[in-house]
């Protein structure tokens, strides 16, 4: 049994569940919604991911009687609260857009419906899968996008933090990688895993022939051979000659890469590996593997710029209450005033407006202030894809978004949801969101 | 039993074990050593965080059985490595930087020597909480620095992923701040949590007063009110009206901050709550913290700048390795000779040079190239504080760096360690490492 999540979670919440006991207030139904104000600086539209995993969380956010009496002792809480924690499971119902999808600014990329003692305990850990592999799905796609279909690897885990690079490797996948270095991903989420040899590997042998022996002794022809660790022409040459003209691949980690690829594709194919491909994997983001569209790559591995976000590390998305019923069991649309942090109040629906041929045109996010009953997600809006889907549906999670079939099938759903982008979406340069988010 | 850290890996360590492996290399001793080529743009200096939690996680860094079925079944290594694995403890020696150390450009942060299979092994986790973790610590130190002693929280958990944020927290709180949002910060390191509502709290009722007079009755007139979900004059009067002058803090989280606190502080002045503090917590970074310094702000929420790093997510430090034994049992230095990332080889050792008064002067590193006898970081150097303890000792880790004291000896280091350098260190602006690392 994997271990509770329960605690993943800012202390105010549960002072705010204290209160709301107190108050006799705990119980009133709340739909809380997720998204963001707007897009990292220029960003033409965002990828969402972490759909997928926060499912499995929910599911193991319990608190047992290590968490209780870590609360009780540290009185974080105390009594009606706490046994009301013992007994917490989540009962309401998520609806949210599909994991893969693209959002805009204020896309209600997720919405929480739930007594507010139940809705309020998710905030922390909604947001903190939500934001981080949202920035890493919204980087990697640019960089899918200018890769002109080139295999690309994600291979940043050193680069973030130990689990976070988990949630990084599987945000890239569904935005589009093909594979990652780090192998708990492989485990957990399904996602085929890539590496043959770092520097360390030659530095290690006596002679750099001595380890290409051992690596293609041990990995056969088909290996990868990192020849940059002395020299390139030399490790170039050598590597055929160890390997044979059907050598997998050589990788090159270091230089400038416009004129090195170049310069060893000549090599390679002079050496009549011609089938031998080039991998290069230096310090790229989506700017690198845009400079080298012309050059003769065979693949990319990105690391760093890919687990940060591209300058974006967060997606920014919040997490808000917008309406509520009151002791009449009237529905209320609520909204905090103050001018820089404004929410639209009231419950959404969304669908995206397309064009006969398929092209996104805009975002419509309809405010339903009055009617709450039956959810039905934008299924009356001619011409327009619903964006919601249930996720939970009264305490029961819907399967198939979850484990690695969830995970490829919010690759696959990307890969949709991004045909129907303008072209101008895929411009690196920074510009508005590609289409407007409006409300009906 | 808590879960193996084993699969935190890339994939190309085990493809490298399963080679040396075969071309007999395997068990050459080896010294890898984790260091910034650089700090990030325009630091002037960087803080060490993680060694203590690197530590749990090397002991539970073991291939069990789960962990030995998934590589063979996936075949990322077969048959000798395979059993190699399932033997696999980390029996070599680590020494470090104290956690809580300032580094700067090539410091040896961290050392590990041991055979070549097993130093290869620990890179991708040694790297990502390193780098992670160190780079929140030195992002938190310069808020630490420009908050003139006010209390810091940390608040960040929401903005990065779920288990990064446990981890942000620790590593904040060794830089200096005060307490942490996130309970499971509590739990595991032993940080003080904080933390009372949301905007949601008080939109959840009737009136603002309603929610207020709940959370008054729940968590006593000390708590910290909310005060800018509505008007925050109409807040601020309300709140000393239903706390009394006893109120304990009001936050606010949106608007001009300068203009803000100076109005609330007048008008909780003129209502007689002299003794009510003011917190806030509107997307502050170390500038804006600075920006607050003249106005009566008596505490600080820092959440987004913080766990993503003020702008450097990552430390960018790298795992190399520097020397290693040949067949006749002599050490090698060895180095990456490629012209950018060019390493320089070598065992290390560091000490930090001192004026008479204790101001750090230059950070001395001392490449011994010969002789790799007794380990003895620095004792030689006259006028110089030694940089490098012991944390692992063939095998056996050095307990007094780990768990909660751990956290708190590391918080104390950072202090004194910050307190020997020159006061250019503190100043935001860009500019080189505020003191040079020099070779000898």
Redesign the interface.
């Known amino acids: 049994m994997?271990?509770s999540?329960a605690?993943?979670?800012?202390?105010?919440?549960?002072?705010?569940l204290?209160?709301?006991?107190?108050?006799g207030?705990s119980q009133?139904e709340?739909i809380?919604e997720v998204f963001a104000r707007r897009l990292p600086d220029g960003r033409r539209y965002g990828v969402l991911a972490g759909t997928g995993r926060l499912l499995d969380?929910i599911e193991r956010f319990r608190f047992d009687d290590r968490?209780l009496d870590?609360?009780r002792s540290?009185t974080?809480v105390t009594g009606a609260a706490l046994d009301w924690l013992a007994d917490f499971r989540f009962s309401g119902s998520i609806w949210g857009y599909r994991e893969g999808e693209v959002y805009f600014p204020n896309s209600p990329v997720l919405i929480v419906e739930a007594p507010?003692a139940e809705a309020?305990l998710l905030?922390?850990?909604a947001?903190?899968?939500i934001?981080?592999?949202s920035a890493v799905a919204s980087a990697a796609a640019r960089m899918v996008s200018v890769s002109r279909g080139r295999p690309l690897a994600e291979?940043g885990?050193?680069?973030?933090?130990?689990?976070?690079?988990?949630?990084?490797a599987r945000a890239a996948f569904i935005a589009g990688f093909d594979a990652t270095?780090?192998?708990?991903a492989?485990?957990q989420w399904g996602i085929p895993?890539?590496?043959?040899?770092?520097?360390?590997?030659t530095?290690?042998?006596?002679t750099e022939e001595?380890a290409f022996?051992?690596?293609v002794?041990?990995?056969g022809p088909g290996t990868t051979l990192l020849v940059?660790?002395?020299?390139i022409p030399e490790a170039v040459e050598l590597a055929v000659e160890v390997a044979g003209t059907g050598l997998g691949a050589v990788r090159i980690?270091?230089?400038d890469l416009p004129v090195l690829v170049q310069q060893v594709r000549a090599q390679l194919d002079a050496l009549g590996a011609t089938g031998t491909k080039i991998t290069v994997t230096n310090d790229l983001d989506e700017f690198a593997v845009a400079a080298l569209a012309a050059s003769p790559v065979d693949s990319y591995g990105v690391g760093?710029s890919l687990?940060?976000?591209s300058g974006a590390?967060?997606a920014?998305m919040v997490?808000?209450?917008v309406a509520?019923r009151?002791d009449a069991g009237d529905w209320i649309s609520?909204?905090?005033?103050?001018?820089?942090?404004a929410t639209v109040g009231g419950r959404k629906t969304a669908v995206r407006r397309l064009t006969a041929r398929g092209t996104a045109l805009e975002e419509v996010v309809s405010v339903d202030t009055t009617a709450h009953g039956e959810f039905a997600p934008g299924a009356e809006v001619a011409g327009a894809r619903p964006l919601l889907v249930p996720l939970i549906v009264e305490g029961v999670i819907v399967d198939r978004y979850r484990g690695p079939e969830g995970t490829l099938l919010a690759r696959e759903h990307r890969e949709s949801a991004i045909s129907e982008l303008p072209v101008e979406a895929f411009r690196l340069g920074r510009g508005e969101p590609v289409i407007p988010t409006v409300y009906r």
Do not use: I
């Open positions: 994997p271990s999540t605690l993943l979670t800012d202390r105010y919440e549960l002072t705010m204290e209160a709301a006991l107190a108050s207030t009133r709340c809380f969380l968490e870590w609360l540290n974080v507010f309020v905030e922390t850990l947001l903190s899968v934001n981080y592999d291979m885990s050193r680069r973030t933090s130990e689990d976070a690079a988990v949630a990084a270095s780090n192998l708990e492989g485990r895993t890539m590496g043959t040899a770092a520097h360390a590997f530095l290690l042998h006596d001595d022996r051992a690596q002794a041990a990995l940059d660790t002395y020299d980690d270091s230089g760093t687990v940060t976000g590390p967060t920014g997490y808000k209450l509520r009151d609520v909204a905090k005033r103050s001018a820089a942090k």
